[in-house]
């Protein structure tokens, strides 16, 4: 069993997946028309993971206050680095998981004001 995808909220779809495949290296495994209002059914796939990222119409314009997704790699503070190089806001720099010292977490805000943590 695995999950298909997790749904991200977005405002703007091709801003949200230039984010994405700009910065984690995402492969466009779909991007469809969906409906009549011009929404696509766009799904992004990290790479080496079998769950693909789904964007989902976001409804409101207030950025989320809690983190939406946990995405994992072994080097946050090069990850974190690079978003900063390229002025993504960073909200917290990596530092020690207080839930698991012997984890580095990092919190950021994608293109769609979206919280985001990074962790190992």
């Not at 703007?12 to 469809?32: L, M, P, S, W």
């Not at 950021?108 to 919280?115: A, I, L, P, V």
Request: glycine share 4%.
């Amino acid at each position: 069993m695995h999950v298909q995808f997790a749904e991200l909220p977005v405002f703007n779809q091709d801003r949200a997946k230039k984010f994405y495949t700009e910065h984690f290296g995402c492969k466009v495994i779909a991007d469809v028309p969906m409906g009549p209002d011009g929404w696509r059914w766009i799904e992004l796939k990290f790479p080496g993971a079998e769950t693909t990222l789904h964007f989902l119409k976001r409804q409101d314009d207030a950025p989320s206050t809690q983190p939406v997704m946990v995405l994992v790699d072994n080097n946050v503070a090069r990850i974190t680095a690079a978003l900063k190089s390229e002025d993504v806001e960073i909200i917290t720099e990596p530092q020690a998981a207080p839930y698991d010292p012997g984890r580095t977490v990092a919190e950021f805000r994608d293109s769609e004001g979206n919280r985001m943590v990074l962790s190992t």
